[in-house]
């Protein structure tokens, strides 16, 4: 945690964070103040739905960058500057040495995280006066999200040079993106070949899948009429089911033990 906070990036990231959620507050005030005059509607509520759906869209792009350049060189950024040199030589086993980092930034990006949710969240709640449904449910699900990229991150740099586990990182996170899009046209459209593709990548990827799962539990409330995920393309018709949570747990465990097992037969 020291080594984060030691880091410009982590300021730089918090700074900008704090102008996105100003600028969230600030779109959403004037939405709000110009849709003042219409009153309780479906439309009004269809608005302001799609801006907070985008608003988290956003919000799991920049979860997704902070972990991936925060941790993309955790052990492949020690073993090419020969700083590991000195720690292996302790009396401190492989497994320990990554299973602390991973912790470590681990603890940091749910905090993170927790922030970022809570602010979109609370901003919403505080200019529309509208009450999110499912919100502790939709933060386990955002909360999943760092901690899969975190476990992939840990593989690809346990064997990866720090280049090149970025770029695949990035590759993963864009693909499951753009999947997921996929899926969601192709249910709108009912096409199955663009539902299959998109549920494809969300085996390789599972975090845009975790997205989807999320928006919709924060738009199926009594207040959020369902239609208004037929004009929404960034929120989710048809949810991801309750085994595709199982299968993003098992798919982070399966990586974080394939990283201490790629870390441990390393020659470095």
């Given at each position: 945690m020291k080594e984060i906070f030691s880091?410009?990036?982590?300021?730089?990231?918090?700074?900008?964070?704090?102008?996105?959620?100003l600028g969230?507050?600030?779109?959403?005030?004037?939405?709000?103040?110009?849709?003042?005059?219409?009153?309780?509607s479906v439309e009004k509520v269809m608005m302001l739905s799609v801006l907070l759906s985008l608003a988290f869209y956003f919000s799991t792009f920049i979860v997704a960058l902070m972990t991936i350049f925060s941790t993309v060189?955790?052990?492949?950024?020690?073993?090419?500057?020969?700083?590991?040199?000195?720690?292996?030589?302790?009396?401190?086993?492989?497994?320990?040495f990554l299973l602390g980092k991973f912790l470590g930034n681990a603890l940091m990006m749910l905090g993170y995280s927790a922030l970022l949710f809570f602010g979109v969240t609370g901003i919403s709640r505080v200019i529309t006066g509208y009450q999110l449904a499912g919100v502790w449910h939709a933060f386990m699900l955002f909360e999943l999200i760092p901690l899969v990229l975190l476990a992939v991150s840990?593989?690809?740099?346990?064997?990866?040079?720090?280049?090149?586990?970025?770029?695949?990182?990035?590759?993963?996170?864009?693909?499951g993106a753009v999947g997921g899009m996929v899926e969601q046209i192709g249910s709108i459209l009912e096409k199955g070949s663009l539902m299959?593709?998109?549920?494809?990548?969300?085996?390789?990827?599972?975090?845009?899948?975790?997205?989807?799962?999320?928006?919709?539990?924060?738009?199926?409330?009594?207040?959020?009429?369902?239609?208004?995920?037929?004009?929404?393309?960034?929120?989710?018709?048809?949810?991801?089911?309750?085994?595709?949570v199982i299968y993003t747990i098992i798919y982070g465990i399966f990586f974080l033990v394939a990283a201490v097992r790629m870390f441990s037969q390393r020659d470095i």
């Open positions: 880091k410009k990036v982590f300021y730089i990231v918090l700074a900008m964070t704090a102008v996105f959620l969230y507050g600030m779109v959403l005030h004037y939405l709000v103040k110009d849709l003042h005059d219409m009153g309780p060189g955790a052990i492949s950024g020690e073993i090419e500057s020969g700083t590991i040199q000195a720690v292996i030589s302790k009396p401190l086993q492989r497994t320990e840990f593989w690809g740099s346990s064997f990866l040079s720090t280049l090149a586990n970025g770029i695949t990182l990035c590759m993963l996170f864009i693909i299959n593709i998109g549920i494809v990548t969300s085996l390789l990827m599972p975090a845009d899948a975790l997205y989807r799962k999320m928006i919709f539990s924060l738009l199926t409330g009594p207040t959020h009429p369902l239609d208004i995920f037929s004009f929404n393309p960034f929120a989710c018709r048809y949810p991801p089911s309750n085994m595709m």
